[in-house]
């Protein structure tokens, strides 16, 4: 199996400021994912974090909220910019593809935004 | 596009007693399914996962049923205990790794 961390766990944010949260997976994998879980709901996918190139983003979410790096097979970031109480949720990385078809998760960043 | 529906949304029962979850999908051109447990404020631990061409999975008290070709797939965890009380969640997959997900199930056990 992989083992996925994520930095930070938890954070307080204020208003009209930006937070990026760290993804290192410990054996390379073929595809990185970010997904969003609000207070109460399921997950929803973020966007495909894409190595050395843009991240695809799915319906409803856009770079310049969201902007993603993976500058390697093992290692990516999100960015949730200019931060409103709406964005106040978990933020899930995960990765796939190098470890059979297993799909792992990492323990998430609880984001709260005031 | 994928649509996950999982019944019941939230289930209380006395230790010991069985616990049967339901998956189900509109889309049956799926990789695989996985069933995933969420403790509160915490990630996901993958608990099983079943291929397209499986019936189903079975590891220690949890076994997992697949009929893709009716959309639905079942967790049953056996003699429940107040450590299962969690949220489970179905995802399914498709081709690209993408995974569509129920809104879960919560599960409390009682002592």
């Known amino acids: 199996s992989a083992v996925i961390s994520q930095k930070p766990s938890r954070d307080i944010c204020q208003r009209g400021t930006s937070l990026t949260i760290q993804c290192q997976v410990d054996?390379?994998?073929?595809?990185m994912f970010w997904y969003r879980q609000q207070p109460g709901q399921s997950l929803t996918l973020i966007a495909t974090?894409?190595?050395?190139?843009?991240?695809?983003?799915e319906s409803g979410f856009v770079i310049d909220k969201f902007p993603i790096s993976r500058p390697n097979l093992t290692f990516s970031t999100l960015t949730v910019s200019n931060m409103s109480p709406e964005d106040s949720s978990i933020y899930l990385c995960?990765?796939?593809?190098?470890?059979?078809?297993?799909?792992?998760f990492g323990e998430g960043s609880w984001l709260t935004v005031v | 596009k994928q649509e996950v529906t999982q019944i019941p949304a939230a289930l209380s029962v006395p230790e010991g007693e069985n616990l049967v979850l339901n998956c189900s999908f509109t889309?049956?051109?799926?990789?695989?399914l996985q069933w995933f447990r969420q403790d509160p404020g915490k990630g996901l631990t993958s608990l099983l996962l079943?291929?397209?061409?499986?019936r189903e999975q079975t590891s220690g008290r949890l076994n997992a049923s697949l009929d893709k070709s009716s959309g639905r797939s079942t967790l049953y965890i056996a003699a429940s205990q107040p450590g299962d009380s969690a949220t489970y969640l179905c995802?399914?997959?498709?081709?690209?790794?993408?995974?569509?997900f129920g809104a879960g199930t919560t599960v409390t056990v009682r002592a």
């Open positions: 974090a894409n190595q050395g190139s843009e991240a695809t983003y």
């Open positions: 995802a399914v997959r498709e081709d690209d790794y993408k995974l569509s």
């Open positions: 889309d049956s051109a799926i990789y695989n």
């Open positions: 079943i291929q397209s061409s499986q």
């Open positions: 995960s990765a796939a593809g190098a470890i059979g078809n297993t799909i792992y």
């Open positions: 054996s390379q994998v073929t595809m």
